[in-house]
DNA sequence: ATGTTCCTTCTTTTT
DNA sequence: GAAGGAACAT
């Protein structure tokens, strides 16, 4: 492990000198709450900071802080956040206020890209090659499938989807498969039989395979760091103070993670708000922020209650609101630093028509009459299928929109097909991606053909790949099988492309390896025809274009990979261990939410076009505009159904959900519900949310109400 | 083995 | 209103 140990060895590119007049530079500002967190004395912290009161601001304002004043290393501080949009924020904000080199050396990243980085660095000690891939969903539900069929189980009456959030579920929890078969049954669940042999089987093919799927990431980091007290200790020795964002969006296996992590002589300071966990259906667990107080040592507490993003009369109906919801840690009621601002406007609709007509016409005025910018303003909404209406309304306005999150690019077929071929050339072993592409295009390699594969697979305990392989091998020999002969000729030729990309691997360009391998493998000209068939003409998003996109993005990253390897410096993101750029490229997109690709394939904060932001109210977390439009606002949909029926901690978690979409807003905030709403085909009496209800009835007997009910072609109010 | 057509099913939220 | 599956014909 001596090599590790000089990778994670002190280096002085800094020279770090108290600077006091920068130190209080940083201070500059910050109102009193804020200024006592950033500048505290070394210690456990956790910072209770409600919607809109600077929480980013102070956060990297401490990383500053710890640098500058406490004479901290970059390169021994952690920041973790929860979403790659959040992380991207803060690195941004990072360079900004203490230099790009600084930015540069400190770990800011999710929970899993800082595990992917942990395991590439430790693979073998954590039972990994390290070229191993990281499973995307899709792979993860087609290889439960696969399980499922060899089965023979239902996949109707069981989804395999379901079994995957399933399994992920457990891992989450730290339940591996042979836990689970012994204790299970305590589980009280009637698949418990079916789900143990699926988690099982399913085990041990990703360890054969050399993958890992997203909670394994974590999962295994966590066993890693609980075995390996080397693996610990330099850790332990690295990180001496560690910053957690949106800590309330933590779950159990993230929550070990961070204790792991954590020397005693190291310091964490978490910054969180109950208030917005919208993330429990995936684990999350805000209580944690009470744990924390108990399993850390001498924890200080902070909390930062000013607004300084929105008008009082928005704060207003946004505490009304959440002071509903009976499970808070604490309550908290955000005061404005901006003033009274506008009356919200809630416009209650006769359909989904009308609604989206007068979102896009309202828009429209803002623009024309009051110069206000496209990008200041953001339609949320509380499921991605609710974007159509308003997508189509804006066109019609001619209004420029942009998209995020919605179809994703990376889960497209064809470039899941692109990228299952790329999967091969770093990891052979990889079946899922053998088995997804084998046959496609179509190279007359049935059902037949792949259970005689398997077979020979199953006797050898290999992979396809390396099943080929052998046969290869084997059909030279003289008085070869006959049966075996005939197999290998149907499988030869996609051995053979597997082999030609591998020749170019070495030789080729990143992005000109990939043009290769679409061109090659025949994916474009398969697409091609799929595209002019369904009458899918060049330009509009069709699958041949979306190939195009790859490469472009490829492009991107060859370069950006490049320049940091020159700079000798790895930004986090691409920090990994390994010289093969393909390696890097395949488990950046798995990680990296593919809603920060536009059409043309760059990042979207290089974006600068002035374009209406659409997006679900969960990845408009942590960011503002201006003006908001909170569409759909309505019983079913926020809350939604399944909300509904179940009740309790589903229900207080959609009303946060709501609580966040309103304290989105700065200046003006709508909110639009319609009464009739058609989906699918069939029309519903949706009609306002019960939480709108809970507002209105709490303002009944005031004089002044923080909002006013418009009709919009409908007669009556309810 | 492949391509067609018809059918069902499904609609949270994300790493 | 799309996407995946089953059933069928070739």
């Known amino acids: 492990m001596t090599d590790l140990m000089t990778e994670l060895s002190d280096d002085d590119l800094l020279g770090n000198v108290e600077d006091t007049a920068s130190a209080n530079k940083i201070l500059e500002g910050l109102n009193d709450s804020q200024e006592q967190a950033v500048s505290a004395p070394l210690s456990n912290m956790l910072v209770i900071a409600g919607a809109g009161t600077g929480k980013t601001r102070v956060l990297v304002s401490r990383i500053a ?32 206020m203490a230099g790009e080199i600084v930015e540069k050396q400190l770990w800011a990243s999710t929970f899993h890209s800082i595990c992917l980085r942990l395991l590439r660095n430790y693979a073998r000690y954590a039972g990994l090659e390290p070229n191993f891939t990281v499973l995307d969903s899709d792979s993860q539900t087609t290889l439960i499938k696969r399980i499922m069929k060899e089965f023979e189980f239902d996949i109707k009456e069981l989804k395999p989807s379901d079994v995957a959030s399933r399994i992920s579920k457990l891992k989450e929890q730290g339940i591996r498969a042979p836990a689970y078969a012994t204790r299970g049954k305590r589980f009280d669940d009637p698949d418990y039989e079916k789900i143990s042999r699926i988690y099982t089987a399913y085990e041990r093919i990703c360890n054969q395979e050399n993958s890992a799927d997203f909670s394994e990431l974590l999962l295994r980091t966590v066993e890693l760091l609980e075995v390996n007290d080397e693996v610990r200790n330099l850790q332990h020795r690295r990180f001496k103070e560690i910053l957690v964002d949106e800590f309330q969006d933590t779950n159990s296996i993230q929550y070990r993670f961070l204790k792991l992590m954590t020397a005693p002589t190291s310091h964490i300071m978490v910054v969180g708000d109950d208030d917005q966990s919208i993330y429990g259906w995936r684990g999350a667990d805000y209580t944690n922020m009470k744990k924390f107080l108990n399993d850390f040592k001498d924890v200080k507490e902070y909390l930062l209650a000013l607004n300084y993003r929105s008008s009082q009369k928005i704060l207003d109906i946004a505490n009304t609101l959440i002071a509903k919801n009976t499970d808070r840690l604490m309550e908290k009621v955000l005061k404005a630093n901006n003033g009274t601002g506008e009356t919200v406007k809630i416009l209650n609709c006769a359909n989904n028509n009308y609604e989206a007509d007068i979102v896009g016409k309202t828009i429209a005025k803002l623009h024309q009459e009051e110069g206000i910018k496209y990008r200041d303003i953001a339609i949320l909404y509380r499921n991605n299928y609710l974007s159509l209406g308003f997508e189509q309304s804006l066109s019609n306005c001619r209004i420029p929109f942009i998209i995020y999150g919605g179809q994703k690019f990376f889960d497209r077929a064809e470039i899941l097909d692109a990228l299952a071929y790329l999967r091969l050339l770093v990891n052979e072993d990889d079946d899922t991606a053998a088995m997804r592409v084998i046959n496609v295009p179509a190279r007359k390699i049935g059902p037949k053909v792949v259970a005689d594969l398997r077979a020979i697979c199953e006797e050898r305990s290999c992979s396809m790949i390396k099943a080929i392989k052998l046969l290869s091998a084997y059909v030279q020999q003289d008085g070869a099988d006959k049966t075996l002969k005939t197999l290998y000729k149907k499988v030869e030729p996609f051995y053979q492309l597997i082999n030609y990309l591998k020749e170019n691997k070495a030789q080729k360009s990143l992005s000109e390896l990939v043009d290769l391998t679409i061109q090659a493998s025949g994916l474009q000209e398969m697409y ?191």
């Open 528 to 718: 091609a025809l799929k595209d002019t068939k369904e009458g899918k003409s060049g330009e509009d998003n069709s699958r041949v274009s979306n190939l195009g996109v790859l490469v472009s993005n490829v492009k991107d990253f060859e370069i950006a990979f490049a320049k940091e390897k020159e700079d000798g410096v790895l930004k986090d993101e691409n920090a990994l261990i390994t010289d093969d750029p393909l390696l890097t490229y395949l488990s950046n997109i798995t990680l990296v939410s593919t809603s920060e690709l536009d059409e043309e394939g760059k990042n979207s904060s290089e974006n600068v076009a002035d374009a209406v932001n659409m997006m679900t109210i969960h990845a408009s977390k942590g960011l503002e505009f201006k003006y908001v439009f909170l569409v759909g606002f309505e019983n079913t949909i926020l809350p939604s159904k399944r909300s509904l029926e179940f009740g309790g901690k589903q229900l207080t978690e959609e009303r946060r959900l709501a609580y966040v979409g309103i304290t989105r807003a700065k200046q003006d905030l709508y909110i639009t519900y319609s009464q009739n709403r058609s989906l699918f085909g069939s029309t519903n009496t949706t009609g306002a949310s019960p939480f709108l209800r809970e507002v209105v009835k709490a303002y009944n007997s005031s004089q002044e109400k923080p909002y006013a009910i418009i009709p919009i072609n409908y007669q009556t109010m309810d």
């Open 65 to 96: 802080w710890l640098i500058k004043k406490e004479q901290i290393q970059p390169r021994n501080i952690l920041a973790v956040t929860f979403t790659n949009k959040a992380a991207g924020e803060m690195r941004d904000r990072i360079a900004l």
